[in-house]
């Protein structure tokens, strides 16, 4: 299990860095958009209904560290359909498909796109009514989508491809969309973003060059960011997927203010954004949800993602947000740093202080959330210094705690799922911390694997914190 974990976490795991090119990060993608879906599903169903969906959460968790991307991308629809009543023939099979547009980025002088629709993973073989049509929408990407566009086409065999010449789009980025009408039956398709961008091929000549003069420049927080971004709208560029849908036309804009601003002026940024931290020597990747309003004193969250995810995992999945939109709703801050086989490349407690000072706010309580490997990384942090950490959560796993005076004066919360692998870890933590007499709440969620866990546990994790 050890191997194949490590191997899950050098091949998969970095896909979204642009490290892996080819098959695996388009698998990736096409797992979070499935990740998705079931769980907003699973957080509007009975719990009889969740129950269902257990055995085929358990089986994807088991494939994704196997490397089965196919077979985890199929159990994890599995899990969503077992939540549904009566799902039609042609509803799974239209989940079992993937689109892909041949250009993440695309020029705003021509906006064409070409579609490929092809099955992710096997299915029965079916055959299509002569009348069966595809019907692509066009839809702003906003909370509340609204389609601008539309396009019908018939369906005779896959894989097809489509092209669709789009009509006075304006820049910005979009969602599209897909369902097949066969029979007076309706199935949809997983979405893709694009992003239309003005003056596309100036913009990415600008970045290149950019990027190729400050590649070897002297290492500070602001510079470092910079560059992830602009390497990263090369990669667009190229049209390499990522694990998730990313902002690119308002990236464009962020980038371009902290690369050609003026050397006095503060670009402004977005609360939802990519930082890049640095000590002069390594460099710490994080995304952050920014406070809405400021405050004298900030609360933060240090969220720490488990094997073979990324910085995005609290964001785009572990509830598909949800722990983002808690943590907005009370105004804190919240820090997720990517993490790989060694840990974090710079530790909270060196972070803490740097944040403040890159960030302009001032940190009043300090919380470390950790989900199976980062559940290890949070109890490994704060066994390292508890200066300053406020109370700590570990789900889903465990870890070696140190014990040491200061540390018997922290709170932690504990969780894990009754079907959940790291169930034992967790267990076992619980009763060390216990012993070394530190205050613990622990709890087991019933019919829950070691995925859903994180979803499971949010409503009594908040009512942990915002007790502290």
């Known amino acids: 299990m050890k191997l194949l974990l490590t191997i899950a976490l050098l ?11 080819g098959q695996e990060e388009n698998l990736r993608y096409e797992l979070g958009k499935r990740v998705r879906s079931y769980e907003l599903q699973w957080e509007s169903s009975s719990p009889e209904s969740r129950a269902l969906s257990t055995e085929a959460m358990e089986r994807a ?6 490397l089965d991307l196919t077979g985890a991308a199929k159990s994890i629809d599995d899990a969503w359909f077992a939540m549904l009543p009566a799902p039609s023939e042609l509803k799974r099979y239209a989940a079992s498909l993937s689109m892909a547009s041949a250009e993440i980025l695309v020029d705003a002088k021509s906006p064409t796109l070409t579609l490929t629709l092809k099955e992710l993973y096997p299915q029965p073989p079916h055959t299509w009514a002569q009348r069966a049509y595809l019907e692509i929408h066009l839809r702003s990407d906003s909370t509340i989508p609204k389609t601008l566009q539309t396009k019908k086409v018939p369906i005779q065999s896959l894989p ?28 949809s398709i997983h979405p893709v973003q694009i992003s239309v961008v003005k003056d596309k091929l100036d913009r990415i ?63 402004r940024r977005p609360n ?25 004193k900030t609360t933060v969250i240090f969220a720490l993602h488990g094997a073979g995810g990324s910085e995005n995992m609290f964001f785009e999945s572990y509830g598909a947000g949800r722990l983002i939109e808690l ?46 490997m980062g559940a290890a990384q949070a109890i490994e942090q704060v066994s390292r210094s508890q200066e300053r950490i406020t109370a700590v959560a570990a789900i889903g796993g465990g870890g070696n705690a140190r014990k040491t005076e200061a540390l018997a004066k922290i709170p932690f919360y504990v969780a894990a799922g009754e079907r959940d692998f790291g169930r034992g870890g967790a267990k076992r933590l619980s009763e060390s911390l ?20 994180v979803q499971a546990c949010l409503d009594e994790l908040f009512r942990f914190l915002d007790s502290k």
Not at 11 to 21: L, R
Not at 178 to 187: C, K, L, V
Request: aromatic fraction near 10%; glycine fraction near 6%; include cysteine.
């Open 11 to 21: 091949i998969v795991g970095f896909a979204w860095s642009g490290e892996v090119v």
């Open 160 to 187: 097809m491809e489509i092209e669709w010449k789009l009509e006075g789009v304006a820049p910005g980025d979009f969602q599209v969309s897909a369902t097949i009408h066969e029979n007076e039956m309706i199935g």
């Open 205 to 267: 000549q600008a970045i290149e060059s950019w990027v190729e003069v400050n590649k070897r420049a002297a290492r500070t927080s602001t510079l470092c960011t910079t560059r992830m971004m602009g390497r990263q709208l090369l990669l667009a560029n190229r049209s390499k997927p990522f694990e998730c849908d990313l902002p690119f036309s308002s990236w464009f804009q962020e980038f371009e203010s902290m690369a050609f601003a003026l050397r006095d002026s503060q670009p």
């Open 272 to 296: 939802d954004r990519w930082q890049v931290l640095t000590d002069g020597k390594v460099e710490q990747v994080l995304r952050l949800q920014m406070p809405i309003k400021p405050a004298e």
């Open 434 to 453: 216990k012993s070394f007499g530190c205050e613990v709440v622990y709890s087991e969620y019933k019919d829950v694997e070691h995925l859903t866990i």
């Open 327 to 372: 943590a907005r709703s009370r105004n804190w801050l919240v820090v997720c740093p990517r993490q790989g086989l060694t840990g974090l490349n710079i530790p909270v407690q060196a972070m803490i202080p740097m944040l403040e000072k890159e960030l302009g706010l001032s940190f009043d309580k300090v919380f470390l959330v950790g989900h199976s």
């Open 61 to 66: 968790v088991q494939e994704f560290f196997r």
